[in-house]
């Protein structure tokens, strides 16, 4: 099943840290649900994509690759091919990333156009819901991107002051295990301050994660508007066949 889809996003940070962002693959990785990232060497990602529906899951491995990156026009260009662990269904697309500047240049939207194509029970939902699934799946991504974003800028995000704490920290523990303390030692007194001698925290995946992609919770009712009527059609061409059965084997 081919098709192609457009999707945007906003993140909260200019163009130049946002093209920084989101080419920064192992960090972002984890606020994509169901991917896991295993190898990456600054041109080509390989790594998993579990899908689940309801109680089947799904996983894909393969490979995606950056064809273009355009820091002027700041352009992405990606080719992503995958195929089931445990099965014969494969998945491959194209995806297109623009960003341009947004709210004076403070913020900045990340325009994709996709074309993909899936074969496997996946394509069986159809194009409509799989329309649906990938909306769904670039917002939580953009939700938990501009998580991701905040909380580096918060207090687990870089901070001169922090920084220099904690070397001032580290240069008193280093001249407390030495001796190279007093009045003619080169060294501070290690004596710690206060926000020194607590750990800063460090900014973590989104909590909003999940380790796989469960196509019932994105679009349970679209995907039970569709599965339902086939179902009862299912059934009714059955009822009817042994109708029919029935009927000649008493003739």
Same mark, same amino acid.
């Given at each position: 099943?081919?098709?192609?889809?457009?999707?945007?996003?906003?993140?909260?940070?200019?163009?130049? /840290?946002? *093209?920084?962002?989101?080419?920064?693959?192992?960090?972002?990785?984890?606020?994509?649900?169901?991917?896991?990232?295993?190898?990456?060497?600054?041109?080509?990602?390989? @790594?998993?994509?579990?899908?689940?529906? %309801?109680?089947?899951?799904?996983?894909?491995?393969?490979?995606?690759?950056?064809?273009?990156?355009?820091?002027?026009?700041?352009?992405?260009?990606?080719?992503?091919?995958?195929?089931?662990?445990?099965?014969?269904?494969?998945?491959?697309?194209?995806?297109?990333?623009?960003?341009?500047?947004?709210?004076? @240049?403070?913020?900045?939207?990340?325009?994709?156009?996709?074309?993909? =194509?899936?074969?496997?029970? +996946?394509?069986?939902?159809? /194009? @409509?819901?799989?329309?649906?699934?990938?909306?769904?799946?670039?917002?939580?991504?953009?939700? =938990?991107?501009?998580?991701?974003?905040?909380?580096?800028?918060?207090?687990? %995000?870089? =901070?001169?002051?922090?920084?220099?704490?904690?070397?001032?920290?580290?240069?008193?523990?280093?001249?407390?295990?030495?001796?190279?303390?007093?009045?003619?030692?080169?060294?501070?007194?290690?004596?710690?301050?206060?926000?020194?001698?607590?750990?800063?925290?460090?900014?973590?995946?989104?909590?909003?994660?999940?380790?796989?992609?469960?196509?019932?919770?994105?679009?349970? +009712?679209?995907?039970?508007? /569709?599965?339902?009527?086939?179902?009862?059609?299912?059934? %009714?061409?059955?009822?009817?066949?042994? *109708?029919?059965?029935?009927? =000649?084997?008493? %003739?």
């Amino acid at each position: 099943m081919a098709m192609e889809m457009d999707h945007s996003f906003t993140v909260p940070v200019p163009p130049d /840290r946002a *093209w920084d962002v989101l080419l920064d693959v192992e960090k972002i990785a984890p606020c994509m649900p169901g991917a896991t990232v295993d190898e990456f060497d600054g041109e080509v990602v390989t @790594g998993r994509i579990k899908v689940k529906v %309801g109680p089947v899951s799904l996983t894909y491995r393969g490979t995606a690759k950056f064809t273009e990156r355009d820091p002027d026009a700041r352009v992405i260009l990606l080719e992503a091919s995958g195929k089931e662990t445990r099965g014969a269904g494969t998945a491959s697309a194209t995806v297109r990333a623009t960003l341009e500047p947004e709210s004076g @240049g403070e913020a900045t939207k990340a325009s994709m156009h996709t074309t993909m =194509n899936v074969t496997g029970r +996946p394509a069986q939902f159809g /194009r @409509g819901v799989m329309a649906e699934v990938g909306g769904k799946l670039v917002e939580q991504f953009a939700q =938990n991107l501009r998580q991701l974003i905040a909380d580096e800028a918060g207090p687990g %995000g870089s =901070n001169p002051a922090a920084t220099g704490d904690a070397a001032s920290a580290g240069q008193a523990t280093a001249a407390a295990e030495t001796g190279e303390t007093g009045p003619g030692s080169t060294q501070p007194s290690p004596v710690l301050p206060a926000a020194a001698a607590t750990p800063t925290p460090t900014a973590q995946p989104p909590a909003a994660s999940a380790d796989s992609i469960n196509l019932i919770k994105l679009v349970g +009712p679209s995907l039970l508007k /569709r599965v339902i009527p086939a179902a009862v059609a299912a059934a %009714g061409l059955a009822l009817l066949g042994r *109708w029919l059965f029935r009927r =000649n084997a008493k %003739g």
